[in-house]
Every structure is written in C-alpha cells, then in structure tokens.
Nanobody, 123 residues
Framework: EVQLVESGGGLVQPGGSLRLSCVAS????????MGWLRQAPGKGLEWVSA????????SYADSVKGRFTISRDNAKNTLYLQMNNLKPDDTAVYYC????????????????WGQGTQVTVSS
C-alpha cells in the first residue's frame, strides 16, 4: 500500500531552520509529483509547495516563497522541505502528500497523505 512517513519536525527559534523528510513506499515514486501542506492550530489545511516527478519544476505558496525549498531524491524515494528563516506563523503540522496533478494547490487534489510532523517556531 502507499505509505508516506514524515520526519524532521521539532522546536526551533524564530529565524532558525529545519529540514523535513518524507519517505515514500508502495508506488513508483519517480513517476509522481509530490507536495507539502500544513495545518496550523485551529486553522484549515494550507498548501505549501509542490514538485514535479523529476524535480525540475517547483511551486510555492506566497507565504513561504524565498524561505522554503522543496526537493526530492528519487533514488531514495524521499521528498524534502528545507525551511529557513522560520517564523512563528510557520508553526503547524506539516504533511507530505501525493497529488493527482502538478502543481496541485488544493488539499482535495491530493489522494495520499502522511501522518504529519509537528513544527513549532517559538522563542
């Protein structure tokens, strides 16, 4: 079965950095686009970023553009999200997910999700 497992979340001070990872299994990872979404406390799901199957095309929400970088290593079946200059508003549970299309920007466009990893940005 399709499985997505996130890791790398934690507590970081404003201005700090974290790198999230998502290990995929159960499908041919290199054939599919992937994305990251997040949910802040008391708020709905927010699309963060997406990447095409080969990693040559990326897209970002305006709120993270210039600070976050999505990438992938198809040989390792792994998706990454490098997060720099983190802000308190970035506090959320971060999910990696597999969409039906690229560059899907709606939660409804994603058919498989990981369990999520908590990112807390606080001083």
């Amino acid at each position: 079965e399709v499985q997505l497992v996130e890791s790398g979340g934690g507590l970081v001070q404003p201005g700090g950095s974290l790198r999230l990872s998502c290990v995929a299994s159960g499908f041919t990872f290199s054939m599919y686009a992937m994305g990251w979404l997040r949910q802040a406390p008391g708020k709905g799901l927010e699309w963060v970023s997406a990447i095409n199957n080969g990693g040559s095309s990326t897209s970002y929400a305006d709120s993270v553009k210039g600070r976050f970088t999505i990438s992938r290593d198809n040989a390792k079946n792994t998706l990454y999200l490098q997060m720099n200059n983190l802000k308190p508003d970035d506090t959320a549970v971060y999910y990696c997910a597999k969409p039906r299309l690229y560059p899907a920007v709606r939660a409804h466009d994603y058919d498989y999700w990981g369990q999520g990893t908590q990112v807390t940005v606080s001083s």
